[in-house]
């Protein structure tokens, strides 16, 4: 299969570059020479002053000295003019002064109550113990300290007056710590595939951040003659897309793999297409997860995807999020097909194994 992006680039095949070279004149040699020189920009793994280079041609003036520049800066503010404003400040207030309306006061008016002769009497003969039990059962805690309350409430229900307390407290937070680093080791992970270890049958790589690119496309090598790992797994690890093309010729190999985690890396279109590619002859590869790429697939590849699994009837779980509507349908319509399918051949191989053991 012709990868979308080569298919512009045939064209170019038969040029001349020594006669395009020969035409060109000393100024424009010097300026593709510039060019060249020119380091990756979008390079996130290289420092900031290494993705581009120096083009400074002034000469350097002498160590950095931090109060002669601030001096040389106030000198340099304090010699300089200020700029005359077009319209000069005189202080004149235009316009109206705003007063706020005062509305008016409405006078507080007493209401006038009376109660019943016995109740008033009863209110007025009672001691401040029975006004304060009167409070609690209506309610009012807040005329009432935490204590009476509690004599009246807490007491009746078994709860005792240290420790009861009225005031809503906020629960305590608990820590989350970050997670520990992955313990594995990367070499001695390396040769048991290579030495196709029988009990290694899942390898977790998650989360290492400093394996070199060359290590990984090692270990793609080396899961092409392993017969015994079945899940791989090496998500946020700052793979590119030769890595996903090492997996892929991996994956055209490969008869044992059943998982594939791949998310939270560097790859692009370019290298999830050349695993679409080999996953249409792949028959053994169940479940694989690709999404939060540092860029957007595009709509080319998440087509190709959709494809894809609507031709291989052994995935059953994919993980990515379409950002297209076409593609998203395609490829869930597919998923769920293929899931229908290993049901109903599970339920074919229960029911003949039933009859088998009728008698």
Same mark, same amino acid.
């Given at each position: 299969?012709?990868?979308?992006?080569?298919?512009?680039?045939?064209?170019?095949?038969?040029?001349?570059?020594?006669?395009?070279?020969?035409?060109?004149?000393?100024?424009?040699?010097?300026?593709?020479?510039?060019?060249?020189?020119?380091?990756?920009?979008?390079?996130?793994?290289?420092?900031?002053?290494?993705?581009?280079?120096?083009?400074?041609?002034?000469?350097?003036?002498?160590?950095?000295?931090?109060?002669?520049?601030?001096?040389?800066?106030?000198?340099?503010?304090?010699?300089?003019?200020?700029?005359?404003?077009?319209?000069? /400040?005189?202080?004149?207030?235009?316009?109206?002064?705003?007063?706020?309306? $005062?509305? #008016?006061? $409405?006078?507080?008016?007493?209401?006038? %109550?009376?109660?019943?002769?016995?109740?008033?009497?009863?209110?007025?003969?009672?001691?401040?113990?029975?006004?304060?039990?009167?409070?609690?059962?209506?309610?009012?805690?807040?005329?009432?300290?935490?204590?009476? %309350?509690?004599?009246?409430?807490?007491?009746?229900?078994?709860?005792?007056?240290?420790? %009861?307390?009225?005031?809503?407290?906020?629960?305590?937070?608990?820590?989350?710590?970050?997670?520990?680093?992955? #313990?594995?080791?990367?070499?001695?992970?390396? $040769?048991?595939?290579?030495?196709?270890?029988?009990?290694?049958?899942?390898?977790?790589?998650?989360?290492?951040?400093?394996?070199?690119?060359?290590?990984?496309?090692?270990?793609?090598?080396?899961?092409?003659?392993?017969?015994?790992?079945?899940?791989?797994?090496?998500?946020?690890?700052?793979?590119?897309?030769?890595?996903?093309?090492?997996?892929?010729?991996?994956?055209?190999?490969?008869?044992?793999?059943?998982?594939?985690?791949?998310?939270?890396? /560097?790859?692009?279109?370019?290298?999830?297409?050349?695993?679409?590619?080999?996953?249409?002859?792949?028959?053994?590869?169940?479940?694989?997860?690709?999404?939060?790429?540092? $860029?957007?697939?595009?709509?080319?590849?998440?087509?190709?995807?959709?494809?894809?699994?609507?031709?291989?009837?052994?995935?059953?779980?994919?993980?990515?999020?379409?950002?297209?509507?076409?593609?998203?349908?395609?490829?869930?319509?597919?998923?769920?097909?293929?899931?229908?399918?290993?049901?109903?051949?599970?339920?074919?191989?229960?029911?003949?194994?039933?009859?088998?053991?009728?008698?």
């Amino acid at each position: 299969m012709t990868l979308p992006f080569r298919k512009d680039l045939d064209k170019y095949k038969d040029l001349d570059e020594d006669e395009i070279l020969g035409k060109l004149s000393e100024e424009e040699l010097k300026q593709l020479e510039t060019v060249l020189d020119d380091l990756d920009p979008e390079n996130a793994l290289l420092p900031a002053g290494f993705r581009q280079k120096d083009q400074t041609v002034k000469k350097a003036s002498g160590p950095f000295d931090r109060e002669r520049l601030l001096a040389y800066l106030e000198k340099q503010a304090l010699e300089h003019k200020d700029r005359e404003d077009y319209v000069p /400040f005189t202080r004149e207030k235009k316009g109206k002064i705003f007063i706020p309306k $005062q509305k #008016p006061v $409405q006078p507080y008016t007493e209401e006038k %109550f009376s109660l019943d002769p016995e109740l008033e009497e009863a209110l007025t003969s009672a001691t401040d113990t029975e006004l304060g039990d009167l409070a609690a059962i209506l309610g009012m805690s807040n005329l009432i300290t935490n204590s009476q %309350f509690c004599d009246v409430v807490g007491s009746s229900n078994g709860v005792d007056k240290d420790s %009861f307390s009225n005031i809503v407290k906020g629960e305590k937070m608990l820590p989350v710590f970050d997670e520990p680093p992955n #313990p594995t080791n990367v070499e001695e992970t390396l $040769q048991r595939i290579k030495e196709n270890d029988s009990r290694l049958v899942e390898v977790n790589l998650n989360n290492i951040k400093n394996i070199p690119i060359p290590t990984l496309k090692e270990f793609a090598k080396a899961l092409e003659t392993n017969t015994h790992v079945k899940n791989f797994s090496l998500a946020a690890t700052r793979s590119n897309d030769p890595v996903a093309v090492a997996l892929a010729d991996m994956l055209r190999v490969n008869t044992k793999l059943k998982s594939l985690n791949i998310e939270s890396n /560097f790859i692009t279109g370019v290298g999830i297409l050349a695993l679409v590619d080999a996953l249409k002859d792949n028959e053994t590869l169940t479940e694989i997860k690709i999404d939060n790429q540092r $860029q957007q697939l595009g709509t080319v590849a998440e087509v190709e995807i959709a494809k894809m699994l609507e031709e291989n009837t052994k995935i059953l779980k994919f993980g990515y999020h379409f950002t297209q509507q076409g593609p998203r349908a395609r490829a869930a319509a597919a998923i769920t097909k293929n899931n229908d399918l290993v049901w109903s051949m599970r339920v074919k191989v229960s029911a003949n194994t039933f009859s088998s053991l009728e008698p």
